[in-house]
């Protein structure tokens, strides 16, 4: 492998709030540090199709604050396919990109980790995903985000619960992770969170409704993770209307909301700080890597680490839930 002078950057999967200042940081570090940017639009599917633009610095100019990725984003079958990954390489070198930069979820880092093995191409991979599900850094681009927001809709939503007394299940996004749910629920003081973690252990709502709902209360909001595994808020609010038809249920999906906005000071730090930590990385020699935050230090994680989908929930935060909700 020869030296690095151009990389490639994208975003992949779902967008998360974030992504711009990690753009920004990517590329501005990687033109102090003399080398070239090329911005690959729409995902790997840019790479496939050959949309790739060169960046300069003024094309991140006035980004940081935004919502959203400038470079868009897509999901790409061609690139789960050898022949797309073929297209995408032969299109790397005829623009003369040397290494990637891929910021995504764990979909698009386990594709970062494929094309890199296949055609032993440099890939760096930074976590972008308000889910919080890729192993080995302590949050991700995006999440602090979507809690502030998911905290911002419930403190709305506790005015009506309160008001007529109801029980009220409010679904929030993390796929098959309870970090949204859990986080969510402590800092907005709810009743409580069902977590795809907890599912195969605990009889959730039971436990809730046990625990205390109408001991102290005449409103509840209950947190749902959105998953296959808890099957999501209309699930559980059946199940009251089913085995507890005394109580006044009601359902709120927060969905795509919890994405947008723009991004917290957490969010920016931490997108720009895993940006610049990226092209140290590349030039340090180091390649299929996620760049992580663990007790405030930047780690390289391998991408086989960070996307075996098992970043633990810490059980302490369920007692502080159970112990502040009574
Ligand atoms: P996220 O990155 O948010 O988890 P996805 O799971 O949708 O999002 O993945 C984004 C893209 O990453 C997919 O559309 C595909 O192009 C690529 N990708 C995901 N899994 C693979 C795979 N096993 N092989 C190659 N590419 C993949």
Do not use: W
């Amino acid at each position: 492998m020869g030296k690095i002078k151009c990389i490639g950057i994208l975003t992949s999967g779902g967008d998360a709030p974030g992504m711009n200042a990690a753009i920004r940081a990517v590329t501005r570090s990687a033109i102090f540090n003399g080398l070239k940017v090329k911005g690959i639009y729409r995902g790997y599917k840019g790479l496939v199709t050959n949309e790739i633009v060169e960046f300069k610095s003024q094309n991140v100019s006035n980004i940081i604050q935004q919502g959203g990725t400038i470079l868009k984003t897509a999901r790409c079958k061609e690139f789960t396919t050898p022949e797309g990954r073929k297209a995408a390489y032969e299109n790397m070198k005829a623009q003369e990109i040397d290494a990637l930069i891929v910021i995504g979820g764990d979909g698009s880092l386990t594709g970062a980790r494929i094309f890199a093995e296949e055609y032993d191409v440099p890939c760096i991979g930074l976590p972008g995903t308000i889910d919080n599900d890729l192993y080995g850094t302590d949050t991700t681009i995006g999440y602090d985000t979507a809690l502030n927001t998911i905290m911002e809709c419930i403190d709305k939503i506790r005015d009506t619960a309160t008001s007529h007394e109801r029980l009220f299940f409010v679904e929030v996004m993390g796929r098959d992770a309870g970090f949204l749910a859990l986080n969510g629920a402590i800092a907005s003081g709810a009743e409580a969170a069902i977590i795809p973690e907890f599912e195969t252990e605990v009889d959730q709502l039971e436990e809730f409704i046990k625990n205390g709902f109408r001991k102290s209360k005449n409103s509840s909001i209950v947190l749902v993770a959105e998953s296959e595994l808890t099957g999501g808020a209309m699930h559980y609010a059946e199940r009251v209307k089913n085995e507890y038809p005394q109580y006044d249920v009601r359902v709120t999906i927060l969905g795509h909301l919890q994405r947008g906005g723009s991004p917290t000071a957490h969010d920016r730090i931490l997108a720009s700080r895993l940006g610049a930590a990226s092209i140290e990385a590349l030039m340090e020699g180091q390649r299929n890597v996620m760049i992580g935050i663990h007790h405030d230090n930047i780690v390289y994680v391998p991408f086989s680490k960070a996307i075996k989908n098992d970043k633990p929930i810490d059980r302490d935060l369920v007692n502080v839930l159970r112990e502040l909700s009574i």
